[in-house]
């Protein structure tokens, strides 16, 4: 029986798969603060409860990818400290985000948690991260959906040029 069989979470990490779990790890820790801080900017009770989910959905993810950190030896990256709500008022009106800013940044961090849920799933040779990841990513692209919705529907997006016309054959 070689090193590479049997239950995937008796197998080595290699060194890649141990970086993007320690960094990913890292950016939703980041990405929690970051939402705890748009929360207390945002204005719209629907951006509201999509930032709640997207704290949600990165505190799970960052509690998991340090449990499979610890079950391998390896110390996971801190936590940050829990950022306090603020009253949208107390927030001087040139240092608000706005609701359209903040949805802005939200489909930028969709975005890009997108790109590397499939950066890692696919260098990971260990099925139960690869899974990890891929699981992570449905979870990102269903918030992505729900964002650009809230969006569209809010008058928030502006979008690139659109093909009017299309050219005839």
């Known amino acids: 029986m070689g090193v590479l069989s049997g239950n995937p979470k008796d197998e080595p990490l290699h060194y890649g798969e141990i970086y993007h779990i ?9 990405a ?3 939402y705890q801080l748009y929360l207390s900017h945002a ?32 110390l996971p990256p801190p936590f940050l400290p829990e950022r306090p709500l ?8 040139g240092a608000r985000f706005s609701d359209v800013e903040i949805a802005v ?10 790109i590397a849920c499939s950066q890692i799933t696919g260098s990971s040779i260990r099925v139960d ?16 959906a729900t964002a650009l919705s809230l969006s569209k529907d809010k008058g928030w997006l502006v979008p690139p040029p659109l093909q009017i016309r299309r050219p005839e054959h």
Do not use: M
Request: charged share 20%; net charge negative.
């Open 129 to 144: 991260v690869g899974l990890l990841f891929s699981k992570y990513y449905a979870l990102i692209l269903a918030s992505t």
């Open 86 to 93: 603020v009253e949208l008022e107390e927030i001087p009106p």
């Open 22 to 30: 320690w960094s990913y790890s890292a950016k939703e820790k980041t």
């Open 105 to 114: 940044a939200i489909g930028v961090s969709l975005s890009a948690g997108l």
């Open 43 to 74: 204005g719209d009770n629907d951006l509201k409860r999509l930032l709640n989910n997207l704290v949600k959905q990165a505190r799970q993810a960052s509690v998991e990818c340090d449990e499979l950190l610890v079950h391998n030896g390896i």
């Open 32 to 34: 929690i603060s970051t």
